[in-house]
């Protein structure tokens, strides 16, 4: 006796149609990593998905339209996830937190989502990067980002109560910098380091980034002060 298929459940237009939407950010997120925004077109896109050109026209009013959920997809799921580990981190040092404490939290958490979340995330990281030093990427990141990295801002006070928050703010300037050119992973640091280091290794990032830019927060900070108090 011959055994019969389970019947699958027929999606229903709105399953398909979110399907279908995910399907295509998922392929316009690696050609935006790959080529950037002016580097694709729909067709690119629509060819990659397996589809007609007109067929985007349907989601999307314009490239502009997708590369913006493009980014908008995981950037609610980044700034949520670092959002709730320096809430937490805040509760678990009793309002005191340190630098270093407080920037694992923020740092951490996002280069897990990196090291583990497979080649979306890692695509997405390189499309951050890229996006991240041009004029409408940054007003991006100033919409998605921008709460979470003033959160950050709020708990590097309470650790360094003396130091300026024009010192913070470039702290964090560097800090991000930091974290964009490791995200992009251009292999860079492996031809210098003759293949010591690799920059697709986040883990090695993650052990080490949040402890050099603490260093750096409080030698500027420390400077800062020091000058403060010789000068009166």
Same mark, same amino acid.
């Given at each position: 006796?011959?055994?019969?298929?389970?019947?699958?459940?027929? &999606?229903?237009?709105?399953? %398909?149609?979110?399907?279908?939407?995910?399907?295509?950010?998922?392929?316009?997120?690696?050609?935006? =990593?790959?080529?950037?925004?002016?580097?694709?077109?729909? @067709?690119?896109?629509?060819?990659?998905?397996?589809?007609?050109?007109?067929?985007?026209?349907?989601?999307?009013?314009?490239?502009?339209?997708?590369?913006?959920?493009?980014? =908008?997809?995981?950037?609610?799921?980044?700034?949520?996830?670092? &959002?709730?580990?320096?809430?937490?981190?805040?509760? =678990?040092?009793?309002?005191?937190?340190?630098?270093?404490?407080?920037?694992?939290?923020?740092?951490?958490?996002?280069?897990?989502?990196?090291? %583990?979340?497979?080649?979306?995330?890692?695509?997405?990281?390189?499309?951050?990067? %890229?996006?991240?030093?041009?004029?409408?990427?940054? +007003?991006?990141?100033?919409?998605?980002?921008? %709460?979470?990295?003033?959160?950050?801002? /709020?708990?590097?006070?309470?650790?360094?109560?003396?130091?300026?928050?024009?010192?913070?703010?470039?702290?964090?300037?560097?800090?991000?910098?930091?974290? &964009?050119?490791?995200?992009?992973?251009?292999?860079?640091?492996?031809?210098?380091?003759? +293949?010591?280091?690799?920059?697709?290794?986040?883990?090695?990032?993650?052990?080490? &980034?949040?402890?050099?830019?603490?260093? /750096?927060?409080?030698?500027?900070?420390? @400077?800062? @002060?020091? /000058?403060?108090? =010789?000068?009166?």
């Amino acid at each position: 006796m011959t055994k019969t298929a389970p019947n699958r459940r027929r &999606m229903t237009k709105a399953e %398909q149609r979110a399907e279908t939407m995910e399907q295509i950010l998922d392929e316009a997120e690696y050609l935006f =990593a790959q080529s950037g925004f002016n580097g694709v077109t729909l @067709k690119d896109i629509a060819k990659r998905v397996g589809v007609h050109h007109t067929l985007l026209n349907y989601y999307f009013d314009d490239k502009k339209s997708v590369f913006d959920a493009v980014i =908008a997809r995981r950037a609610s799921v980044t700034s949520s996830l670092r &959002m709730k580990a320096l809430d937490e981190y805040d509760k =678990a040092s009793g309002g005191k937190p340190t630098v270093e404490g407080a920037l694992r939290a923020f740092l951490d958490t996002d280069l897990d989502l990196y090291s %583990q979340g497979g080649d979306g995330w890692k695509n997405y990281g390189v499309l951050g990067a %890229q996006s991240s030093n041009t004029t409408y990427g940054a +007003e991006l990141f100033d919409f998605h980002f921008d %709460q979470v990295v003033l959160r950050l801002i /709020g708990l590097l006070e309470k650790a360094l109560p003396d130091c300026s928050r024009e010192d913070l703010f470039w702290g964090y300037h560097f800090v991000t910098g930091a974290l &964009m050119l490791t995200l992009g992973r251009t292999g860079r640091i492996d031809r210098l380091s003759d +293949e010591l280091c690799k920059s697709d290794d986040f883990e090695a990032a993650k052990e080490r &980034m949040a402890s050099f830019m603490a260093g /750096g927060f409080h030698e500027l900070c420390g @400077k800062r @002060k020091n /000058g403060s108090d =010789a000068a009166s």
